[in-house]
Structure formats: C-alpha cells, structure tokens
C-alpha cells in the first residue's frame, strides 16, 4: 500500500524554494512580501488549471489536476514559476472530461509569480494601509496582500461572478475574509475610497478616472497600460491633489490580459480596396510593428489601432493597419530587400504618424519603455518621452474606451 502524500508539507517545501528562487532573481526584496509567499498556498487557488506547453506551432494548454496528473506532480507545477490558466473565453471549463485546448483566449489566470511579486513590491505598501485590487482572478494576489496587510485592509473587485466565486471560497479555506466585489473594476469601489494603494492585475487602455477619484493624494496607482496592438507596460503613478497623476513606466514588459469592457471589438472593420487611399515608398516595413521598443512607439502613437498580415488575391504579402475609431488605413507590401509601399486612406494618415514618433524615438537614441512616463488630468492622459515637457502622445480618450465612466 502507497502512503497518500502529505499535500501541506510537500506544499510547504514548494513555497520556501519558490520564494528562494524569487529572492535570488531578485523579484521578491522584502522580507514582509516574502513571508508572505512563503505562507501563501498557492495551490489552493489553483486546484485545477492549464499549463502552457513548449511546442512550436499553435499556442497549445494542457489541463493539469491531481486527478490527471498525480498529487505531487501537481503540486510541483503549482509552485513553478509560470502563469496558470483557470478560464478560456470568458466560459468556465468543462473539468468532467478536461482535454487540451488551441486557439483560444485565456481570459482568467494566477499570474506569474514573478511578475506578481514584482508589482506588489514595486506598490510601496506600509503596515496599516489599505488596498484596491482589480481583477481578482484565482484570489492568491489578493491573499498574498491578505497576508502581508491583513484581510481587513484589502478590497478586490473581479468582473466574472464564476471566477470571483472561486476565488472566494480559496480565499475561505486559506482564513482570509477581504471585502470581494463582483462587478466592473474600472468603476472602482467608491464606498470603500478612499484607497492609499490601487493595483490592477488586468491591463486597461488608459487609467480610468475612478482609480485617481478613489486614491488618496500621496497614494499610487499601479497598472499596465496597453491598447490592442501590445502591451506598454507597468506605470506607477504617484495621485496629486484635482485629479491629476503622474509618474513612470516601471517596466516595459508585463502582458496582462485587457480589462473585459475594453477587449477589442470582434470585427477587425472594413479592409480598404485594393486601390483605395495614396501610395508612396518607405524604409519602415511592417516588422517594426512587433519589434519591442518600436512595438512600442507604434501602439503610443496609433492607440486606436489594429494590424494583420494577409496575403493579396494576387498572393502579394499585406500587412494591414486599421483604425477602429474612423477609417483610417495603411496597408505595407513589399517592394525590395529595404523598401515597402504604403497605401494609406482616411482621415489619419496612419504610417505618417508612426514614422514620426519613431523618428522621435530614434533622434532620442531608442529609449526603454522606463524612459517614458504619463501624466493624467480630468481632461487628458498622455505618455510622455523624458520628462512631461517632452515630446508626448495621448492615449485614447474615454469615448474612445467605449464611452465608459471609467
Ligand atoms: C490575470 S487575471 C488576475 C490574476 C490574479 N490577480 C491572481 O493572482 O490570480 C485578470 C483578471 O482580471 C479580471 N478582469 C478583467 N476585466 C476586469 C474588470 N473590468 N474588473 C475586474 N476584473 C476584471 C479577469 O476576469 C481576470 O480574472
């Protein structure tokens, strides 16, 4: 006869060896934050979920439980270092007969731990303050913060009723009661506010106005800032007095999946005809789109838009960038070894204005993403290069959002 294993000591060892690991890659800096991820058992918030797997090709996910995959394992995979998924699509997952998953969007995860310890240190927490969450997910950030602030301190706030259930009852088995809000996040919880600390663990494409309204002047706010093309990054913004923020991107690569009210819309738009819109010669080919610092320029300075790559009737490759907001267009084919055409349409001229800003970027000799910072007022947010007299872009406006109160 096997004896069963011992899930809270095999657990136990996982934390401290995660935790060391995390230390050691200099993620987790204080001994408070890592107390907490060496008490914190993530496991229980991720009792069942799908792990990416290292194959090329299609993004494939395999369903891991300790019914498919033995306690131990399980245990183990819990404990690494990876983000796991819990929900695809926004649909919970059938769990009676789990099968691998391609092609679909995971919509609810526990992040990274890296990347989670990375924020909650880069959040500047002090005893006795308290803290917005958004996007609760599987709830082990929330209990993390649980841990290190006390559950009294700590409001999370998660859009999907199934995933916030989750999280609730792993929250209960661990002893923590924070205050847990189903609803939209980008609202934010005014009758909670006001807050010393907002974090958001889902990407938003500005910084809604219900996160400055609700933290204190001297508080911080942090989030990752994208649009529909990529991610920007981490900014951590220090909350001044009239709505007004300001601070830095802290870093320029966490991907966070984007806050559900602002997915892009299913429908890329119309793609222009083939001889719609003017053509001209330029040397920035479509590569440019999805390399990172000029990745980056190109989401700054077309906010609204979206590009794919499809070949022409006649076979030619076409990149296609489209705007969501009006028709504006360019389409990039290829000329020679160094030159494209662009054919653009519409009110912006869309290519004009990525070329400016990447002419900007490489006059200032390609910064880092943490060479930008953003400045948000009641009437505006823009992302600024060097300082907040620098050259600027604004990211998309609340109507631009959807119209949404945030
Ligand atoms: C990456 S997961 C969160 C990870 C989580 N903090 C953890 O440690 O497990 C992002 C979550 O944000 C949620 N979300 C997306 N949009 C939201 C919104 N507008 N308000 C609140 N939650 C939102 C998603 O449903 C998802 O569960």
Redesign the pocket.
């Known amino acids: 006869m096997t004896a069963e294993p011992d899930i809270d000591s095999i657990a136990a060892d996982l934390r401290y060896q995660l935790a060391a690991r995390l230390t050691d890659a200099g993620h987790l800096r204080s001994p408070q934050w890592r107390a907490a991820v060496e008490a914190v058992p993530r496991h229980e918030?991720v009792r069942r979920f799908y792990r990416e797997t290292d194959a090329p090709g299609l993004t494939t996910w395999t369903p891991v439980t300790p019914e498919l995959s033995g306690v131990k394992e399980w245990l183990r995979q819990a404990y690494t270092d990876e983000t796991l998924i819990t929900q695809f699509d926004g649909r919970e997952i059938d769990w009676t007969d789990p099968q691998p998953i391609s092609g679909a969007h995971p919509?609810?995860?526990?992040?990274l731990p890296a990347l989670?310890v990375d924020m909650l240190e880069e959040l500047q927490v002090h005893d006795g303050m308290n803290v917005m969450?958004?996007?609760?997910?599987?709830?082990?950030?929330?209990a993390l913060m649980c841990r290190r602030l006390g559950a009294g301190q700590v409001t999370s706030?998660?859009?999907?009723p199934d995933?916030a259930d989750r999280a609730r009852d792993a929250l209960d088995r661990c002893g923590y009661a924070p205050r847990l809000i189903i609803g939209?996040?980008?609202t934010g919880d005014p009758e909670g506010a006001p807050y010393d600390r907002t974090i958001a663990?889902?990407g938003v494409r500005r910084i809604p106005r219900s996160w400055v309204r609700q933290t204190r002047p001297g508080g911080i706010v942090l989030a990752t800032l994208r649009g529909w093309m990529r991610s920007l990054g981490l900014v951590r913004l220090a909350i001044g007095h009239d709505e007004r923020a300001e601070g830095r991107f802290v870093s320029g690569d966490p991907s966070?999946?984007i806050?559900?009210?602002q997915d892009a819309p299913e429908s890329l738009g119309m793609i222009p005809a083939p001889d719609d819109g003017a053509s001209r010669s330029t040397p920035y080919g479509p590569e440019l789109l999805i390399q990172p610092g000029s990745g980056f320029m190109a989401q700054l300075a077309m906010s609204a838009a979206r590009f794919f790559s499809m070949p022409a009737d006649d076979g030619t490759p076409c990149t296609y960038v489209l705007n969501t907001t009006d028709d504006s267009f360019a389409v990039l084919t290829p000329k020679s070894d160094d030159e494209w055409n662009v054919r653009q349409g519409g009110p912006v001229a869309l290519w004009d204005v990525f070329e400016n800003a990447l002419d900007i970027w490489r006059a200032a000799d390609s910064p880092m993403p943490t060479e930008f910072g953003i400045t948000v007022t009641a009437e505006d947010q823009r992302v600024w290069l060097g300082s907040p007299d620098g050259p600027s872009w604004s990211l998309p406006t609340r109507a631009e959002t959807g119209g949404h109160p945030a």
């Not at 706030?157 to 999907?160: A, L, R, V």
């Open positions: 918030f919509t609810s995860s526990s992040t989670v969450e958004i996007g609760t997910g599987t709830g082990y950030s929330t706030i998660e859009t999907d995933v939209d996040g980008l663990t889902c966070f999946m806050a559900r009210q």
